[in-house]
T-cell receptor
Framework: EDQVTQSPEALRLQEGESSSLNCSYTVSGLRGLFWYRQDPGKGPEFLFTLYSAGEEKEKERLKATLTKKESFLHITAPKPEDSATYLC??????????????FGTGTRLLVSP | GAVVSQHPSRVICKSGTSVKIECRSL??????MFWYRQFPKQSLMLMAT?????????EQGVEKDKFLINHASLTLSTLTVTSAHPEDSSFYICSARVWGTDYEQYFGPGTRLTVT
């Protein structure tokens, strides 16, 4: 069974205190790993897609990396506006024959000023 | 670009009634749209995959007759929750896959359904 595990469940940082979020996965055939940001009561906002081990992508204070078994989302010098839930998802071929996203339960990040 | 809208954003209905939720891709064509459900502090669970012009494909455990999905055009998919019950109360989110790409999905803002 395809599984995605994110850690920690919740993370509290001071403004400027860098850290990393982890996403480990067990899938039968990875067709992409996605990072999304979700604010309360809203839909996920697309951040990154990674396709192969060793790949890295950056956007402002965020950097995503991928290995064969996990992905990290590094947050450098976070600001309070970075507070959100960060979701990791893997794209796999579902039983229906269609590709689908399998999501982890997310990491709730709170950045204090 | 790649904006997805949903309507309504919130809806309250009585038990036994039906509710329709619309999902639109505003600035792109979406051959495939997806419907998810999210319970409080839980992750998104895929309910069904909707391809334009064909029947939706439902995930295991999702009742087809209860959650009716129609994808009549490249920019519109609808989810109708029939004979709603309080346990159907949840956050329903749609996403759309950009035409010409294999993987990227863009999500709508979600619809909060409360069944009383």
């Amino acid at each position: 069974e395809d599984q995605v595990t994110q850690s920690p469940e919740a993370l509290r940082l001071q403004e400027g205190e860098s850290s990393s979020l982890n996403c480990s996965y067990t899938v039968s055939g990875l067709r992409g790993l996605f990072w999304y940001r979700q604010d309360p009561g809203k839909g996920p906002e697309f951040l990154f897609t990674l396709y192969s081990a060793g790949e890295e992508k950056e956007k402002e204070r965020l950097k995503a990396t991928l290995t064969k078994k996990e992905s990290f989302l590094h947050i450098t010098a976070p600001k309070p506006e970075d507070s959100a839930t960060y979701l990791c998802a893997v794209q796999v071929l579902g039983d229906t024959g269609f590709q689908k996203l399998v999501f982890g339960t997310g990491t709730r990040l709170l950045v204090s000023p | 670009g790649a904006v997805v809208s949903q309507h309504p954003s919130r809806v309250i209905c009585k038990s036994g009634t039906s509710v329709k939720i619309e999902c639109r891709s505003l600035d792109f064509q979406a051959t495939t749209m997806f419907w998810y459900r999210q319970f409080p502090k839980q992750s998104l669970m895929l309910m069904a995959t909707s391809n334009e012009g064909s029947k939706a494909t439902y995930e295991q455990g999702v009742e087809k007759d209860k959650f009716l999905i129609n994808h009549a055009s490249l920019t519109l998919s609808t989810l109708t929750v029939t004979s709603a019950h309080p346990e159907d109360s949840s956050f329903y989110i749609c996403s759309a896959r950009v035409w010409g790409t294999d993987y990227e999905q863009y999500f709508g803002p979600g619809t909060r359904l409360t069944v009383t």
